[in-house]
């Protein structure tokens, strides 16, 4: 295969990716709304979701205006979660700038950058790479679509492979020194009371950025199932770009069977409990993996709350 044409495939399995999420496991209690003018608004359950449309980029939204347990309201225009930026257009940069983003982390791996481009953003705004493993999901997904070979295919993804592949990968988030280190970093610098609105992302927008949203708005007390709504709500952004990139594959020969890739391009309960459940068993709670395996302290999780609920 040429390389022009690998490189096709390549970009093509890079949009069927999907790694960003973040924990679960201690808290419950109240629904959120209040939405800004600007957002759209819509609402997959009881939750408002706060996406912001834009043409190159399906999964980008304020993380705030939940309720939590508390009795508070997480502020919104400080926080935002979204695939990768890399495809926007003129117009969606100006979009964007209009958010007034002092920080924009970058969790995809170099390999990911290569083929899919850095992000395109306002002036004076310049990604930071912050690296979350996907171990090696990216360049099994290359391997399985440049190969165009529907036996390759089905024994890389079939049988319940990639579902498996996908819990692991959760796992991961907690069991990674590495990774728990990258997702830190990003907590300590949203709590900095310095630091303007962050936004943060992976390729999808929904496994390693679905995790950090997980955790973020577990540690500022939102109830557990809105915040797993918020993690689902990842299906609802994706569904129809995914599935033009699936019947995309199939028209030009690439995959006889793209439902092989819808494992890995949704997010699924399944896929969260592998992670809380290994938090639980490596930490003992969800407070136990913010402060041993985060390793923040009391002060930085207090900035926090204060920041971000009012």
């Given at each position: 295969m040429s390389r022009a044409r690998i490189r096709l495939a390549t970009a093509a399995a890079a949009a069927?990716?999907?790694?960003?999420?973040?924990?679960?496991s201690a808290y419950a209690a109240a629904p959120g709304a209040g939405v800004s003018a600007r957002h759209h608004q819509v609402q997959p359950q009881a939750e408002t979701i706060r996406q912001i449309p834009l043409q190159g980029a399906v999964n980008v939204r304020d993380l705030g205006g939940y309720r939590t347990w508390t009795?508070?309201?997480?502020?919104?225009?400080?926080?935002?979660?979204s695939d990768a930026?890399?495809?926007?257009?003129?117009?969606?940069?100006?979009?964007?700038?209009?958010?007034g983003l002092t920080k924009v982390v970058?969790?995809?791996?170099?390999?990911?950058?290569?083929?899919?481009g850095a992000d395109r953003l306002p002036s004076g705004l310049?990604?930071?790479?912050?690296?979350?493993?996907?171990?090696?999901?990216?360049?099994?997904?290359?391997?399985?679509?440049?190969?165009?070979?529907?036996?390759?295919?089905?024994?890389?993804?079939?049988?319940?492979?990639a579902e498996a592949y996908m819990r692991d990968i959760y796992r991961t988030f907690v069991t990674s020194p590495e990774n728990?280190?990258?997702?830190?970093?990003?907590?300590?610098?949203?709590?900095?009371?310095?630091?303007?609105?962050?936004?943060?992302?992976?390729?999808?927008?929904?496994?390693?950025?679905?995790?950090?949203?997980?955790?973020?708005?577990?540690?500022?007390?939102v109830p557990e199932d809105t915040a797993e709504?918020?993690?689902?709500?990842?299906?609802?952004?994706?569904?129809?770009?995914?599935?033009?990139?699936r019947a995309g594959l199939k028209q030009s020969g690439r995959m006889q069977n793209p439902d092989l890739l819808i494992p890995l391009q949704e997010v699924r309960q399944d896929y969260l409990d592998a992670a809380t459940a290994r938090m639980e068993a490596d930490y003992g709670s969800f407070y136990?993996?913010?402060?041993?395996?985060?390793?923040?302290?009391l002060r930085t999780l207090a900035k926090l709350q204060n920041k971000l609920v009012r």
């Open positions: 069927a990716l999907a790694i960003g999420t973040l924990p679960a009795g508070g309201k997480v502020r919104q225009g400080l926080v935002y979660r930026l890399s495809k926007l257009t003129d117009a969606d940069v100006t979009t964007v700038s209009g958010l970058d969790f995809r791996i170099p390999m990911e950058l290569q083929y899919d310049t990604a930071t790479s912050r690296p979350v493993s996907d171990l090696g999901l990216y360049g099994t997904l290359v391997g399985a679509i440049a190969s165009g070979d529907p036996v390759t295919q089905e024994q890389m993804l079939g049988g319940g492979r728990r280190a990258q997702f830190a970093a990003t907590l300590r610098e949203i709590a900095d009371d310095g630091q303007g609105p962050v936004l943060y992302h992976c390729t999808s927008g929904k496994d390693r950025t679905g995790w950090m949203s997980y955790v973020l708005l577990r540690l500022l007390a709504r918020d993690y689902l709500a990842s299906n609802t952004f994706r569904a129809a770009y995914d599935a033009r990139l136990g993996y913010l402060t041993q395996g985060l390793g923040l302290d």
